[in-house]
């Protein structure tokens, strides 16, 4: 695969942005949107994390691309004369600059850190996905991105809009086939749900070894609408994903549930956000990590239920397996109340080595101890497995995680 | 080969602390042997040793069965030599369900050294129909198939699942740790009959019964009753012999060990 890339970070201009996005032909407010996201990407300073490690990340000389040659769509049935539109937001900003304009940049900040602005200046890949309304799609959408070039960057830009009463699985995947040198993804997603909506949401990441994921993801989500999203994290050498379910409509619930597996001297963190804001909005997230080798992950999440909400129920499950001594997870949950109105909110949180009881247990019926802990592990992620709708897709993500075991 | 479990001198310690001081017993093969003690007597000890839990230390002595000390082997070996425990509180095994769990413990026992798993592995149609007599023998929902192990089951649930277990994997020597506890009487019934019916299937196969009660023998009935008392056997007999301790107690054998 061939892409169009920019020229080295380092020697981008926002001139240079200016000047490829008319080009393109984009609309002006674009244009601007992108030469001010530039001037705040070149100007901010990294941003620090302590829990993930930015020591060894050299973005200055990456190639960005600057076309859509690592966007994959696919869908098993047409859905076009159902209304919807699923191509690339590249395309569609062509033919649907209005709606873009509205929501684009409108559920996450390009400001808050320097690589979400790198996102709104240069992106090329991503996928623009719109459910007209009280339509029902029934089979899932699937975004794939690759990295096409080694050493290379993009920046997917993502825009889900699910009107009034709309339902859609959409599948974002980031994928590489084998390991390259060091490479950058800061993919962002915005999804917008209107009352009614139900979305269901994968995120899957198997970069190779040498990549750094650095993005975002958002859902706000209407009147009596649901979401059920489940994210699997394996690859990268550093993932660093900010993700946030806002539930604004009344009545809003997000069923919210992940599968990281680190291993070798992958330093993954997923640092899950979720608003209450509605009245009677209800949360269960269920998140799952599994160490290994020298590995490190963190769970940074914070629940917030907002003064205005009324009746909140809210229950978050974290747990952690640890398959060997040096690896290592941490977990930072938060839960900020600011009403007295709350129906129940609950956490439980678990973290240990691979239960000696149960690998007694499976001793004792025949099962070698090798073998025990595939099931345990395997079993541990089913719940996050089961969520994933695609049988194909599930059956390989079963797969990876078997051999990383 | 030998297929009696033969125990010699057994002394285990738990913690550092010494629960068996010294047991010696030998279950015959196609006999139904029982052990009853009080609680505290190291009964469970015994059970756990015998299957090689990693927490019980043994200080001293022997337990030798088909040829081999099985005390040397791990867990996984002894079951695969053909022992097999049911558990007196089986563990739960998240998100691992029932049928694909029964399936990896035969496929590991029908496993060849140097072929190929896929080759040695049960065929589908076989295990499916197996499962499914067996369940129904036992009176369990076939829905428990899909079920994850003993995750949110009763008391009498999990036991059932303990014997559906032991019938699938048809052991020659199975240790029952207290599998009457905590029944009422028609999930007793059924957990007895599925021991019997294996029983009578497999006659030559040995059972050691762990039981603080005699009310379980009245449905598994023992050929031989040995008493285990502070970590030693200190009588043992017929099938009388539970009756008598039913009738006068564990006292009066105290009494008589520590007069003796």
């Known amino acids: ?405 | 080969m030998n297929s009696d479990l033969v125990i010699k001198d057994l002394h285990v310690s738990v913690e550092e602390k010494e629960i068996l001081k010294g047991v010696n017993l030998t279950v015959k093969a196609g006999t139904i042997h029982a052990i009853m003690g009080p609680n505290g007597s190291g009964k469970s000890t015994l059970a756990y040793t015998l299957m090689g839990h990693p927490g019980y230390i043994v200080t001293g002595g022997e337990a030798w069965y088909r040829g081999q000390n099985i005390l040397e082997l791990e867990p996984d070996e002894r079951s695969k030599l053909g022992l097999f425990l049911a558990f007196q509180y089986p563990v739960a095994i998240p998100g691992v369900t029932v049928a694909n769990f029964l399936r990896a413990a035969i496929n590991a026992h029908r496993a060849e050294e140097g072929k190929d798993p896929k080759e040695t592995a049960i065929p589908m149609a076989q295990f499916r129909k197996q499962l499914r007599e067996q369940m129904t023998a036992l009176g369990i929902d076939e829905s428990f198939a899909r079920r994850y192990l003993n995750e949110g089951f009763s008391g009498g649930e999990k036991k059932r699942i303990e014997i559906l277990q032991m019938a699938m994997l048809e052991p020659s020597m199975a240790i029952m740790d207290e599998t009457d506890s905590g029944l009422d009487i028609d999930a007793l019934k059924i957990v007895a009959q599925g021991v019997n019916t294996l029983y009578e299937r497999h006659p030559e196969m040995g059972v050691l019964v762990i039981t603080h009660y005699q009310r379980l023998l009245n449905y598994i009935k023992p050929h031989f009753v040995s008493v285990l008392m502070d970590g030693r056997i200190v009588r043992e007999g017929g099938p009388e012999l539970a009756l008598e301790l039913e009738e006068k107690g564990y006292d009066f054998l105290r009494e008589e060990v520590a007069s003796a």
């Open chain 1, 1 to 405: 695969m061939t892409m169009k890339t920019f020229p080295p970070l380092a020697e981008i201009s926002d001139a240079l942005v200016i000047e490829r996005s008319r080009a393109a032909g984009e609309p002006e407010w674009l244009t601007e949107q992108r030469a001010d996201a530039w001037r705040f990407f070149a100007s901010a300073e990294p941003p620090y994390w302590r829990r993930t490690d930015l020591s060894k990340f050299k973005p200055e000389q990456v190639l960005a691309a600057a076309d859509t040659a690592a966007t994959s769509l696919y869908q098993e049935e047409d859905v076009t004369d159902q209304g919807v539109v699923f191509t690339t937001l590249a395309q569609a900003i062509h033919s649907h600059g209005d709606l873009i304009r509205r929501y684009l940049g409108a559920a996450i900040d390009s400001k808050r850190h320097k690589f979400l602005a790198l996102n709104a200046a240069l992106w090329q890949d991503g996928v623009f996905l719109y459910v007209p309304k009280h339509v029902n799609v029934e089979l899932p959408l699937t975004a794939m991105f690759s990295m096409p070039i080694p050493g290379g960057a993009i920046a997917p830009r993502n825009l889900i809009i699910l009107d009034d009463g709309a339902s859609v699985t959409f599948v974002e995947e980031y994928h590489s086939v084998a390991a390259s040198d060091q490479a950058f993804a800061a993919p962002v997603t915005e999804m917008f749900l209107g009352n009614d909506a139900t979305l269901r949401f994968v995120a899957v990441q198997t970069w190779g070894e040498d990549v750094y994921h650095i993005g975002a993801q958002k859902v706000r989500v209407g009147r009596g609408a649901s979401v059920e999203w489940a994210a699997v994290n394996l690859g990268a050498r550093v993932q660093h994903i900010e993700a946030e379910t806002a539930l604004e409509g009344d009545g809003s619930r997000v069923e919210w549930v992940a599968a990281t597996f680190a291993a070798d001297h992958q330093n993954l963190l997923t640092a899950p956000w979720l608003r209450h804001i509605g009245a009677k909005t209800e949360a269960h997230m269920d998140f799952k990590t599994v160490v290994k080798d020298q590995s490190y992950t963190t769970f940074d999440g914070m629940i917030k239920i907002e003064h205005q909400s009324r009746a909140t129920v809210s229950r978050l499950e974290e747990h952690a397996l640890h398959l060997s001594p040096k690896a290592r997870s941490d977990s930072i949950p938060g839960l900020m109340i600011d009403t007295n109105d709350v129906a129940r909110a609950g956490h439980a949180s678990t973290s240990g080595e691979v239960d000696e009881e149960q690998l007694f247990y499976m001793r004792s019926r025949g099962i070698p101890r090798d073998e025990a802990i595939h099931l345990i592990v395997m079993g541990f992620f089913e719940p996050v497995l089961d969520r994933i709708p695609n049988d194909a897709l599930r059956q390989r993500m079963a797969e990876m995680i078997e051999a990383k075991i």
